[in-house]
C-alpha cells in the first residue's frame, strides 16, 4: 500500500536507496530474505483491515511493521483474538 520514500531512509534501516519508489513490503521481505535465507515471506499490499481474518491464522509468526496507531491497534487485536 505505500512505497519506499527518500525520507524513510534515514530511519528505517530495512530500506536503501535503491527501494526508493517501490512496495515497502516488498522491499523488507527483500532484506530479511537476503538475511534469512530459507524464511518463507507472504507479503500483502494493503490495509491490515482488508486482510480477512481467516488470513492470520495461517501463520505462526505476524510480524508488523506499522506507522499507524489505526492499524497496530487493530493488528494486536488480531493477535490477541487468535492467542
Request: glycine content about 4%; aromatic content about 12%; overall charge positive.
Amino acid at each position: 500500500m505505500d512505497t519506499v520514500d527518500f525520507t524513510n531512509l534515514n530511519r528505517q534501516f530495512m530500506f536503501r536507496k535503491h527501494n526508493v519508489g517501490k512496495s515497502k513490503t516488498e522491499a523488507v521481505a527483500s532484506f530479511v530474505s537476503k538475511r534469512c535465507p530459507g524464511v518463507k515471506i507472504t507479503t500483502y499490499n494493503k490495509r491490515v483491515q482488508e486482510i480477512p481474518f481467516s488470513v492470520y491464522l495461517q501463520f505462526p509468526v505476524i510480524i508488523g511493521g506499522l506507522d499507524n496507531v489505526e492499524a497496530r491497534k487493530y493488528l494486536n487485536n488480531i493477535v490477541f483474538l487468535i492467542n
